[in-house]
């Protein structure tokens, strides 16, 4: 038996198909930016993601299907429902591919139980309840304008005005290096100009210089990662009391950086033990196969693809 998980993201879309029970990837598949939301040309380069998974497999074997994917809400629209349903049929799927909130593969990604909590950190920000495999309450997510505390977007920024306050400083010579500026008004000049484009926000990109300096003790990096965990921790205790695990997804959380050391030493002693996320891509597959299989395999399967 065959299932498909798919991520559909902002930047590009990754598909897996894995074979259930045994959790064998046995395709992947890639394909550009997913998310209809933002790409006019989410179907098609969905279903080109799904269609190299599929490649040397009968489609029509594929058992299970589901598409991760940032505002479901979008799928309400005929237009954008039939897209992705020819683009789907189209690579000779016979069952649906029912979207599901990345807020929910992120949760999966990182935990075979039905309810709990997700903390998501990369270019934005976002912590929510997850109930039931469904998105409840939610906090921040309201994009860098608005919020995304703690998130790459709002690292880069704050960096870029400790270069701007102090362009002598070890971390005004790197900002002011990474946007080629040599001026502090071509740096301001680059910062508004990334602000106004379009797609992910420059500035983000500076999150990992900045987590670099950090661990190298520079001071006021190492201030900015410590506010940054601050107000994460802050936005997934908006959240409220939390019943199930929580777990950490997006960039700045699941990988070895120290913006993801100082959330979890925040965390400590507390009644939670967050746990890290692995591919949503996976976790996608995992949502696809779950109802075909029995509680203990299932759950076995979690710990096979996602351990």
Same mark, same amino acid.
């Given at each position: ?16 198909? !894995? ?13 550009? @930016? ?61 069952? @649906? %591919?029912? @979207?599901?909130?990345? %807020? ?13 909590? %997700? ?19 939610? !906090? ?100 409220? @009391?939390?019943?199930?695990? %929580? ?61």
């Amino acid at each position: 038996m065959l299932v498909l998980g798919i991520d559909a993201g902002g930047t590009g879309s990754r598909a897996v198909l !894995v074979r259930v029970p045994d959790g064998e990837v046995v395709g992947r598949g890639s394909g550009g @930016p997913g998310n209809p939301v933002a790409s006019p040309d989410a179907a098609h380069e969905v279903g080109r993601a799904a269609r190299a998974a599929l490649a040397g497999h009968e489609p029509a074997g594929v058992a299970g299907a589901v598409l991760g994917v940032a505002g479901t809400s979008v799928f309400a629209d005929p237009t954008v429902s039939a897209a992705f349903g020819a683009a789907f049929a189209a690579v000779g799927l016979a069952v @649906p %591919v029912p @979207p599901v909130g990345d %807020v929910v593969t992120a949760f999966a990604a990182g935990s075979a139980c039905d309810s709990g909590a %997700v903390l998501i950190a990369g270019t934005g920000a976002i912590a929510a309840h997850v109930p039931q495999w469904t998105v409840g309450r939610t !906090v921040d997510g309201w994009g860098w304008l608005l919020g995304d505390e703690g998130s790459g977007f709002w690292i880069g920024r704050r960096a870029v005005r400790a270069a701007v306050r102090d362009p002598g400083s070890a971390l005004g010579a790197r900002v002011h290096a990474h946007a080629g500026a040599s001026t502090v008004d071509e740096l301001v000049r680059w910062a508004t100009v990334s602000a106004a484009g379009s797609g992910p926000p420059p500035l983000a990109g500076l999150a990992p210089l900045v987590c670099a300096l950090a661990r190298g003790g520079e001071p006021a990096a190492a201030r900015i990662v410590d506010d940054a965990a601050g107000r994460l921790v802050a936005t997934l205790d908006a959240l409220g @009391p939390v019943d199930g695990p %929580v777990v950490l997804a997006g960039s700045l959380l699941t990988r070895e950086t120290p913006v993801r050391a100082a959330v979890c030493a925040r965390l400590d002693g507390r009644d939670v033990r967050p746990r890290v996320a692995g591919d949503p891509a996976l976790a996608a597959a995992w949502l696809a196969a779950r109802p075909l299989l029995g509680t203990d395999a299932a759950a076995h399967l979690h710990a096979t693809l996602l351990p």
